[in-house]
């Protein structure tokens, strides 16, 4: 372009000169045409001045291009190129406006711009004179810039131009694209004529080949700084190796052998090496691109490191290279020492454990196993690896498995089980502890357990032993003793008195001391039952003030109750009356042993609310006034057998059981106990808090009463036919009851957890759960096991033989078609209403209730006859046969009943005393139940909770007078009825 300007220019010269000679010659010719000399010669000189003027901006163009050309050509900055262009045609031209437009993405940016008060700083392609160049990719030059209909229609150039007239816009390519616009205006005294528009066209191909470098550059820049970058964080070095010497590394090699980076350029690589491994290194490299290996490296300090390598033959300037990268192995071979170590330590472990352990993937494949020699799994580890449970167990045992290993995945939680195995003809008895070990795996840990298992079954016969061959004796020792220190024998001697106190209350001791070891044997074995219900709080409590008074007495000490603020009277917990009595006694009576005479215990109730109106947790409190708890004895004073001071307890009495078994049954309540020095330093406070009970009260309407105004009974009718059920509601109301009705078994077991149903009546044939799989589970809660219920099911007669009777404590098993009757008697039956028969008497006992007792042990026999004498006539036998024989001659209001007999269970003979159909035997009164009294060793035996029984009884537990208690109150309401 510049080439093209300065042929233009020397060929108009020449025409000038040209024109000039021949003037000159016709002057010659002519010497008498002075005024056509004149004119000619005047023609000349202005045509030497356009000339002159010519060469004049042809020289600044030239300079122009070549400045500028060399300016580029030296930067590589983009802003500083715009800025640069911008300022030189300015000020060499002397145009009055000066800007450069980018492409970004469809919007012309602007980059530099002289001369404008007031610039569009993005214009949009699609928009004004500057827009349609970008578009088009062709120059414009204008005259009168306000004329173009591109400049009408972008009104923000009125504001922008002030008083331009002519403006260039030529557009600035980059590989054929459109890359920006350049634009120059000028004022009225100087437009801009197609000379300015061919210079631009120049400078905007300078412009375009220098942006398009720039762009070049800065792109190798930046990929040079994210290479650099890289290298910096790379954990691996690297080098790239001509002819054995380093000719470029990364950082980080020169980091992992101790040089700095410059030091490391020039050197052989051979130096990177340890000396035995270079042959190594050289062999690898001979191969061509090395395979990833191991070798020793050479640090600048001499120090020799693993290191990982591996190489490739690359084309460095213009030559053959080899890239080698190389990784520290230290720290991984650090690591891997230690793992292995850990490993031998684990595997030393492992064989130590006698234990079976394997794990085992979701569908119950072997992933891997170490034998025990009573694992249940017998073959070699390459035999067991990839079997599966159900190819190496047997199927029960399998089952067992997969569903354990089910739970185990689902819930993430620990599971435990045990089984039974035939291994070598023995019985083995096996614990399995499935853990979680991965994603769809777990990890099995099977350990033999069948000596302790035995050592179980010894102790379970030893307490057995201990809790009926020295309770029974104990009880008739005590209850002899009771009976002569109450009189029956008439009036002993002060000697002998005296020694029959000392025997007394050494029998109530070794009583206390058994029922203690007994009770710690149940509650680490988690057999330790509780018949949780709801009972009145200040009841209770004056209860066990009652009860312990005459304790009290005995060392001179004052019991009291405390009401330290308003308590109401209505107060319930829900709890094991008795366990409860045991935790007040327990205190109580350390607090009275421990009291000085003369002293008093105080009982104290506090209620903790954040609402008054509705308290939530009772705080019950036994303060004594004496020396208190030694500091060093407070840590451990729940711990089984602890006590404070082994001499004062040989002299106060007492096992240290005491307030280990108080503490468990309090937490079993859902409260906790705990102890606190008595304000003023002399004396203890030990103190519980239990949840209090609330009962929704529900006012009863008008037809849910009777002609007395008594709430009717509620009845549960479960029936999946909603005409059986709606039959069994009308039938039910006739005879004076309320009903509910469940369609399924666990519609009927979400009611029972809300209502409060006198009895449920129930169909065996139930969608979903079978009648007689949902009564035993019934019979499992503590909510429902002494539920009344009645079956009234198409098979019920079938299934009551095939179930032998009433083993399910069922009051009566009705077929279908429902007998309105037998139904109505039976319902009757069960919630305790009184049967209308023919026969019936006036309901009134005779002066002297007539009780059976089942006992084989004839010291407890003659006992209790002596115990029960005032209250009722006793016939006791020592045998099942016995009792049977006695019921069938004649009428019983009472059976007490001991559960270990010489033939049997006392067990057996439940299901002949609930009167009706199940009675065996020709009895007087065979409609009518006989209430039953357990009166037994044993305590808390599910089976006997099972069973519909009056009251249970301990033997080392109930005193004399508590056993005629429960007789009289039993027989006055069987009177009642």
Sequence with gaps: MMLKIFNEGFTKAKQLIEEGLIAAKAILQNLSGAERVTQILQQSEEQYNILYAAAQRQTQ????????????????????????????????????????YLLQDKMLELQYQIGYSHIITHIPI???????????????????????PDFLTYPENLGAVEDIVSEIYVPIFDQNQVIGVLNIGSIHEVK?????????????????????????????????????????????????????????????????????????????????????????????????????????????????FPVEVCGKLIHYRGRLARVSAFRDLTERKRKEAELSQSEARLRALLSAIPDAMFRISHNGTFIDYKPARHAGITAPLGEVTGKTLAELLPPKIAQHYFYY?????????????????????????????????????????????????????????????????????????????????????????PQTRTMVDIAYKNSERLVRLINDILDIEKIESGKMVFNLKPLPLLELLELSLEANRGYATQYGVQLSLDLNQTIPTDLYVEADSDRLIQVLTNLLSNAIKFSPTGDKVVLSVTVNSSNQRSPEKVRIAVTDYGSGIPEEFRSRIFQKFAQADSSDSRLKGGTGLGLSISKAIVEKHGGQLGFEP???????????NLPLWYEQVVEPKKEDTDDQGQELPTILICDDNPDIATLLSMFLKESGFKSDIAHSADEAKQLLLKGNYAALTLDLMLAGQDGVSLIRELRLNEATRHLPIVVVSASAEAERQQLNGNALAVIDWIDKPIDQVRLSAAVKRAVKVPIQTATADSGEVSARPHILHVEDDPDMRQVVQLVLYPLAEVSSVASLAEARQQLALQDFDLVLLDLELADGSGLDLLPELGGGDTFPYHYPHPQRSIPVVIFSAQEGNPAVAAQQVAAALVKTRTSNQELTDTITALIKNSAKK
Excluded at 436 to 448: K, Q, T
């Design 405 to 493: 290993l089910e739970q185990a995945l689902q819930t993430g939680e620990n599971q435990l089980f045990e089984y039974q195995t035939l291994l070598d003809g023995n019985q083995c008895d096996l614990e399995v502890r499935l853990v979680v070990s991965g994603e769809g795996e777990v990890l099995a840990i099977v350990r033999d357990i069948t000596e302790r298992k035995e050592v179980e079954r010894l102790k379970n016969e030893f307490i057995s032993t201990v809790s009926h061959e020295l309770r029974t004796p104990l009880t008739s020792i005590r209850g002899s003793l009771g009976l002569i220190i109450g009189g029956i024998a008439g009036e002993i001697p």
């Design 61 to 100: 163009e030239l300079a122009l291009l070549d400045q500028i050309r060399t300016s580029l050509a030296q930067e590589l900055e983009l802003p500083a190129i715009f800025r640069m262009v911008v300022e030189s045609i300015a000020h060499t031209f002397g145009y009055n406006q000066v800007c450069l």
């Design 678 to 688: 008595t304000p003023g330093g002399r004396g203890t406070t030990f103190y519980f």
């Design 126 to 148: 699609t928009q004004g004179i500057t827009g349609r160049v970008a578009r088009t990719g062709e120059a414009v030059l204008l005259e009168d810039v306000r004329t173009d």
């Design 192 to 304: 801009l004529s197609m000379a300015d528009l061919r210079l631009m066209t120049a400078l905007s191909e300078n412009i375009s080949l220098t942006v398009g470098r720039a762009r070049l550059y800065a792109q190798a820049r930046e990929s040079e700084e994210r290479y650099r970058r890289l290298t910096e964080v790379a954990i691996e070095g690297v080098a790239i190796i001509e002819n054995g010497k380093i000719r470029d590394a990364t950082q980080a090699l020169a980091n992992m052998f101790g040089y700095e980076l410059p030091e490391l350029i020039g050197k052989a690589a051979s130096t990177l090496i340890a000396p035995n491994s270079v042959e190594q290194v050289i062999k690898s490299i001979f191969v061509g691109d090395e395979e990833l290996y191991e070798s020793k490296g050479l640090k600048k300090d001499g120090a020799v």
